[in-house]
């Protein structure tokens, strides 16, 4: 995947991407005012730019690009070789993903279709399938659960036609053309300060913030699910099948069962399946392979909290090695 893909992936799902901000314009007339703006921020370059335009290559950060990254049941590309199919959510499940596809909530029937496959996973162990396909992503998944990391106008923005700035396709407006990249973030800190479950912003032209909000505080492992959903995309593509999430469903260890994650916004995950056991860390960056007696180990660190407290399921000295081989790959459990 190129840079200018991996950017725009970035941006459609609000994840924090390996370059600077990502901006997407429904109108190439807006390409000059977007510059200006932001020239008068900072003078920074390290942005990139994606227009409407027939060539992909435009220039001086500059991308064209076909189609529409907003509307559903359509497709758009850039260049000649990558087209991105949009969907919205709730029909998903009956359509093939035969090719890179972002999945989209648009309404209300989308959202509550999204929380039943969500509660599913969570009660059965059982995930809407089409997700754990590799060329599929859900779009602005900070007004899901996840993390805000990559949410905000310091990362991403969007520019309506008629000049409205936000952070997505059905963001709520944070300014117009014109306004300081300043006053826009500041607006997105205000909207998700009075927010009980941010972002607040992301998919405000779709949903109630009051409906959103609340069912997503009802759920306080939504983040661990989206962490799942990437694990398992990620084990598909490497030919690794039939896969149990911890949390979902059931743990390895049954004196987890009953307990909830210490941290609200889950950083590693063990997944297992008949022949072998996994930990994926959050940022996607890392997956190791574990035995069984590893793994179950790990997942009384990750779900109890500490050594101490997962001392009373197992013996220290083996959870103190278990730490230890994490911590010396950079892993924190």
């Known amino acids: 995947m190129s840079g200018e893909m991996r950017d725009l992936m970035a941006w459609a799902t609000g994840s924090r991407g390996p370059g600077g901000r990502v901006i997407v314009l429904e109108d190439s007339r807006h390409v000059g005012e977007v510059r200006e703006m932001l020239d008068t921020a900072s003078g920074d370059r390290h942005h990139q730019i994606f227009v409407p335009g027939d060539r992909m290559d435009l220039g001086d950060n500059l991308v064209g690009y076909g189609g529409?990254?907003?509307?559903?049941?359509?497709?758009?590309?850039?260049g000649d070789d990558f087209y991105l199919q949009v969907q919205n959510y709730s029909i998903t499940q009956y359509v093939s993903v035969i090719g890179p596809t972002l999945v989209r909530i648009t309404d209300e029937a989308d959202f509550e279709v999204w929380l039943g496959d969500a509660d599913t996973a969570r009660e059965k162990g059982e995930f809407a399938e089409f997700l754990a396909n590799p060329a599929l992503l859900v779009a602005d998944l900070p007004g899901l659960g996840a993390p805000l990391d990559g949410a905000g106008p310091r990362h991403r923005l969007y520019v309506r036609a008629g000049g409205e700035l936000t952070v997505s396709p059905y963001g709520s407006a944070l300014g117009r053309l014109g306004d300081d990249l300043t006053d826009l973030e500041a607006a997105w800190q205000q909207?998700?300060?009075?927010?009980?479950?941010?972002?607040?912003?992301?998919l405000a032209a779709a949903l109630p913030e009051t409906v959103r909000a609340v069912e997503l505080a009802a759920r306080p492992w939504l983040g661990e699910?989206?962490?799942?959903?990437?694990?398992?995309?990620?084990?598909?593509?490497?030919?690794?099948?039939?896969?149990?999430?911890?949390?979902?469903?059931?743990?390895?260890?049954?004196?987890?069962?009953?307990?909830?994650?210490?941290?609200?916004?889950?950083?590693?995950?063990?997944?297992?399946?008949?022949?072998?056991?996994?930990?994926?860390?959050?940022?996607?960056s890392r997956l190791f392979e574990l035995n069984r007696a590893a793994a179950e180990l790990a997942e009384l660190l990750l779900c109890q909290g500490s050594v101490e407290a997962a001392a009373e399921y197992a013996p220290r000295a083996a959870l103190l090695k278990v730490q230890q081989f994490f911590e010396r790959a950079g892993v924190s459990l």
């Open 68 to 78: 529409s990254f907003h509307e559903c049941d359509t497709e758009a590309s850039l």
């Open 191 to 202: 909207a998700n300060a009075a927010s009980v479950h941010p972002c607040a912003v992301t």
């Open 225 to 284: 699910y989206l962490l799942a959903v990437d694990a398992l995309r990620e084990l598909r593509s490497r030919g690794v099948l039939r896969v149990r999430a911890s949390g979902f469903g059931g743990r390895l260890r049954p004196e987890n069962d009953a307990v909830e994650p210490a941290r609200t916004q889950a950083r590693q995950l063990v997944l297992w399946t008949d022949e072998s056991a996994y930990l994926y860390t959050a940022d996607g």
